[in-house]
């Protein structure tokens, strides 16, 4: 079941974001600056936050208590400034449930509620760029960030958008 999600939630979003992002980032193992981004990134009080702030939606994919994944969208994030359209800024999936539709079910969950016009960016490296692209989403340019004195490229794709 897809709902927003509560206040009650962010113990287990904070963990399975943890769960996610080391999976997808610590590929060679774990090392110290991953555990400190992680732990002080993911807390409660940031999941919390979010539910407070305006711009941004939550919504989580429950199943008998059990939270298989979520989606955070930023409804006033703008890629390059111009394209009217949200961003998807998370959409995780516990490793057991990927491939069972609870993101693709997320992506049209978030079309119904927010309209179609989404961009997301993604790591280069990730699985889940040819996941957007099965659903569509167009790839339409890149978006480094650095990381512990690293640049990290990310794909930059739209759905929806011209």
Known sequence: MIREAKVDDCFNLAALSIQVWLETYAVEGIRSEYSRYALTTFTVSHFEALLRCPDHRLLV??????????????????????????EVEKLYVHAKFQGQGIGRSLIAELQKRYGSNIWLYTWVENKSNLF????????IGRLDFEFNGQAIKNNVFVLNCT
């Open 61 to 86: 994919c429950e199943i008998d208590g059990v939270l298989q994944g979520f989606a955070v969208v930023n409804l006033s994030s703008r890629y390059d400034g111009n394209l009217t359209a949200y």
């Open 132 to 139: 957007y692209k099965q659903l569509g989403f167009q790839h």
